[in-house]
């Protein structure tokens, strides 16, 4: 088997990226992300604090889960507390009180997502702040510049991302815009240790996708990402286009499977050769009581779990499950007591990042086929 080894270095830092090991049966592969603040071992999945914390989540909580990564939102984190306090305050890792890697997303998905508060064209996006009303100003350089004062190890090119049900015209000039911008980022980008990723888009047209996907790859990044899934397309169309995108992407560098998914999607997703993924729904669904196992889920406010003795899973070594039963957790949901949705939360990332350590040694062990079969009922 060939390994893939890459090297990229930007003046002061070496980042590195390497493949250790390979799926015969799919694309699934083991690999390695050097950072400046630590190795990140691949399949990794990456919580997400938006606002420069994991909800109800301690960071020594995260780590002991098995976290390496934390996921942050330059756009929300710009709004307040400001990039330049968080500066002036040692950075986002000491600020977060998290020495682990960090990636901060631009703001991109907010172009999307808060399309009702928000002009663009090619100079960039101007946003109605959502917090006080005043006109936000967004560009590519602002954006760079933001991401510099925040200090994350990864930092994500500003985007647009259309609509699924896009058609091919307005595909097309965000795809543009999309590669302007990135080229923009290229240049306006200062500091010599941060990763800039790259984001493919091209809605689900696959030779859109596969064009992008190329051009993007063309600037020789650190890393790419996938963007614009998750948006409303149905799982055939998600996996379809997420495959084709990956594999239109360099082999020697990590690839990014932006906001999917749920745990099916994680498991096919490293099947089609996908590295790094982020996701809201583990620490979502687990402060609204959808706790997660290896059969799929339970919602623990249904009556049937009252005097249900039992753990969440037999088989899991989270602080919830070593030390609670389902009819002590019900209670505490059904009670509104901010325990319940802090231990669902922690028990929810311990699933998916042993998810992930799970599809890591399956890789290496040459059985990842095998995982997968027994995943398959998971949801």
């Not at 250790?20 to 083991?30: E, F, I, L, W, Y």
């Not at 082999?251 to 490293?270: A, N, Q």
């Amino acid at each position: 088997m060939k390994c893939f080894r890459a090297v990229h270095e930007r003046g002061r830092f070496l980042f590195e990226f390497e493949v250790v090991a390979k799926d015969s049966g799919s694309s699934a592969r083991r690999g390695r992300f050097i950072t400046p603040h630590g190795p990140v071992e691949t399949p990794c999945f990456m919580p997400v604090g938006t606002k420069g914390t994991v909800k109800g989540m301690l960071p020594a909580q995260l780590e002991e889960a098995g976290a390496q990564v934390v996921l942050a939102n330059a756009y929300h984190l710009s709004l307040r507390p400001g990039a330049d306090r968080v500066s002036a305050l040692g950075g986002l890792h000491d600020f977060m009180g998290w020495d682990g890697p960090i990636l901060t997303d631009s703001g991109g998905f907010q172009v999307f997502s808060l399309s009702g508060l928000r002009s663009v064209d090619d100079r960039g996006v101007v946003f109605r702040n959502h917090l006080d009303g005043s006109l936000y100003k967004l560009t590519p350089e602002i954006s760079m510049a933001d991401q510099a004062l925040l200090g994350a190890d990864i930092i994500m090119a500003l985007d647009e991302c259309p609509p699924s049900v896009a058609g091919k015209d307005e595909i097309e000039k965000s795809l543009g815009r999309t590669s302007a911008w990135l080229k923009r980022c290229v240049a306006a980008k200062k500091r010599d240790d941060q990763a800039l990723f790259g984001i493919v888009q091209g809605g689900l047209d696959l030779k859109l996708r596969t064009r992008h996907a190329k051009e993007v790859a063309g600037l020789d990044l650190p890393g790419y990402a996938i963007g614009g899934l998750s948006v409303g397309e149905d799982k055939a169309a998600l996996y379809e286009v997420a495959g084709v995108t990956a594999a239109a992407l360099p082999e020697d560098k990590p690839r990014y499977l932006m906001g999917v998914g749920t745990p099916k999607d994680l498991v096919t997703c490293i099947g089609l050769g996908i590295d790094l993924f982020d996701c809201v729904l583990p620490t979502r669904t687990g402060r609204t009581g959808r706790l997660y196992h290896e059969m799929g889920y339970l919602n623990i406010r249904n009556a049937v779990f009252a005097e249900d003795a039992r753990p969440i899973d037999e088989n899991c070594n989270c602080p919830a499950c070593r030390n609670f039963t389902r009819a002590y957790l019900r209670h505490l949901y059904m009670n509104n007591e901010m325990l319940g949705p802090i231990l669902g939360t922690l028990h929810n990332l311990y699933f998916y990042l042993d998810l992930a350590a799970q599809a890591r040694n399956a890789i290496e062990a040459g059985d990842f086929r095998d995982f997968a079969t027994r995943m398959s009922n998971i949801s």
